[in-house]
Nanobody
Framework: VQLQASGGGLVQAGASLRLSCAAS????????LAWFRQYSGKEREFVAT????????QYSDSVRGRFTVSRDNDKNMLYLDMSDLEPEDTAVYFC????????????????WGRGTQVTVSS
């Protein structure tokens, strides 16, 4: 599974941004997917996850209510719609995939894409 995140950029506080993650596999719909972010000098932290069907969605407390995760299994795409962005959301965002819905929420997820930088100015 190859993943590629895109859509990052520089925005002002309060703005919205959509991140996308393209996957290369034709069995994409079998995988649970997740978004993580990494602050400079820090470990990656979980942001959101969506199960394969997608009946189960979870968010970290810091983004719940502002971010929405979704997927399009026909297009092999994962999305993260971010609204009301805050300077504290500034980080590199990564997408991850794993056959395990629990493992995908951890740094031990099997597959990772290159990150995309999101910078929120105050």
């Amino acid at each position: 599974v190859q993943l590629q995140a895109s859509g990052g950029g520089l925005v002002q506080a309060g703005a919205s941004l959509r991140l996308s993650c393209a996957a290369s596999t034709t069995i994409f719909k079998s995988y649970a997917l997740a978004w993580f972010r990494q602050y400079s000098g820090k470990e990656r932290e979980f942001v959101a996850t969506i199960s394969w069907d997608p009946s189960r969605i979870q968010y970290s407390d810091s983004v719940r209510g502002r971010f929405t995760v979704s997927r399009d299994n026909d297009k092999n795409m994962l999305y993260l719609d971010m609204s009301d962005l805050e300077p504290e959301d500034t980080a590199v965002y990564f997408c991850a995939a794993d056959l395990s819905a629990s493992n995908v929420m951890t740094p031990a997820a099997d597959y990772w894409g290159r990150g995309t930088q999101v910078t929120v100015s105050s």
